[in-house]
Protein backbone atom coordinates (compact mmCIF):
# COMPACT_ATOMS: atom_id res chain seq x y z
CA UNK A 1 0.00 0.00 0.00
CA UNK A 2 2.99 2.36 1.02
CA UNK A 3 4.40 1.99 -2.75
CA UNK A 4 1.04 2.72 -4.04
CA UNK A 5 1.11 5.82 -1.78
CA UNK A 6 4.72 6.84 -2.87
CA UNK A 7 3.62 6.34 -6.89
CA UNK A 8 0.37 8.42 -6.58
CA UNK A 9 2.35 11.31 -5.01
CA UNK A 10 5.08 11.19 -7.79
CA UNK A 11 3.25 10.86 -10.56
CA UNK A 12 1.72 13.83 -13.25
CA UNK A 13 -1.24 14.94 -11.63
CA UNK A 14 -1.28 12.55 -8.85
CA UNK A 15 -3.36 9.78 -11.26
CA UNK A 16 -2.66 6.58 -12.78
CA UNK A 17 -3.57 6.07 -16.46
CA UNK A 18 -7.01 4.00 -17.08
CA UNK A 19 -6.88 0.40 -16.97
CA UNK A 20 -10.10 -0.32 -19.03
CA UNK A 21 -9.83 -2.13 -22.41
CA UNK A 22 -11.35 0.53 -24.75
CA UNK A 23 -8.81 3.17 -23.58
CA UNK A 24 -5.94 1.04 -24.76
CA UNK A 25 -4.87 2.19 -28.44
CA UNK A 26 -2.88 -1.39 -28.82
CA UNK A 27 -6.10 -3.19 -27.72
CA UNK A 28 -8.12 -1.15 -29.67
CA UNK A 29 -5.35 -1.87 -33.59
CA UNK A 30 -6.21 -5.54 -32.57
CA UNK A 31 -9.62 -5.02 -32.47
CA UNK A 32 -10.26 -5.94 -29.35
CA UNK A 33 -13.18 -4.65 -27.01
CA UNK A 34 -14.26 -4.76 -23.58
CA UNK A 35 -16.93 -8.15 -23.16
CA UNK A 36 -19.74 -5.97 -22.54
CA UNK A 37 -19.46 -3.94 -26.40
CA UNK A 38 -18.68 -7.65 -27.90
CA UNK A 39 -21.92 -8.73 -26.20
CA UNK A 40 -23.82 -5.69 -27.85
CA UNK A 41 -22.37 -6.44 -31.16
CA UNK A 42 -24.03 -9.63 -31.15
CA UNK A 43 -27.13 -9.10 -29.61
CA UNK A 44 -27.49 -6.46 -32.68
CA UNK A 45 -26.24 -9.03 -35.31
CA UNK A 46 -28.30 -11.72 -33.96
CA UNK A 47 -31.77 -9.48 -34.25
CA UNK A 48 -30.59 -7.97 -37.88
CA UNK A 49 -30.25 -11.69 -38.95
CA UNK A 50 -33.45 -12.83 -37.12
CA UNK A 51 -35.08 -10.59 -38.53
CA UNK A 52 -34.05 -11.81 -42.20
CA UNK A 53 -35.04 -14.82 -41.90
CA UNK A 54 -38.57 -13.92 -41.11
CA UNK A 55 -39.24 -11.92 -44.64
Not at 30 to 47: N, W, Y
Request: aromatic share 6%; proline share 0%; hydrophobic share 30%.
Amino acid sequence: MAFLCIKLVFRKNGRFSSQHIHDSKAMRQRGIHCVMDQDREQRTRSRISVSERNN
